[in-house]
Nanobody
């Protein structure tokens, strides 16, 4: 059973930093594109950043310049370093990945359960 698990969320003050991680586990052949999405209270889900297996990255405008996405293909993991956090960064952050299980020839789309990030003074 393929599973994505996020961690690292919490309650922080504006200007502080958090590092979110996502780990894909199970009988996995490979993990393709990985991405972080977030859903602020009462708002639509939005892309935070994504990263290809080769390390090509893209950032959403709200976090561009203060966020770094990275991955470790050997560990099937991904991280999101968020600096200079703002109250508007408050959201549930979700890990998303295309994962190829050992029994499949294709990548399927998987989501984590989400981790809460709250930025308040």
């Amino acid at each position: 059973q393929v599973q994505l698990v996020e961690s690292g969320g919490g309650l922080v003050q504006p200007g502080e930093s958090l590092r979110l991680t996502c780990v894909a586990s199970g009988d996995i052949i490979k993990v393709g594109l990985m991405a972080w999405f977030r859903q602020p209270p009462g708002k639509q889900r939005e892309l935070v950043a994504n990263i290809t297996p080769g390390g090509k990255v893209a950032y959403g405008l709200p976090v561009k310049g203060r966020t770094t996405i990275s991955r470790d293909n050997a560990k099937n993991s991904m991280s999101l370093q968020m600096n200079s956090l703002k109250p508007e960064d408050t959201a549930i952050y979700y890990c998303n990945a295309g994962v190829m299980p050992y029994y499949s020839i294709r990548e399927d789309d998987y989501w984590g359960q989400g981790t809460q990030v709250t930025v308040t003074s």
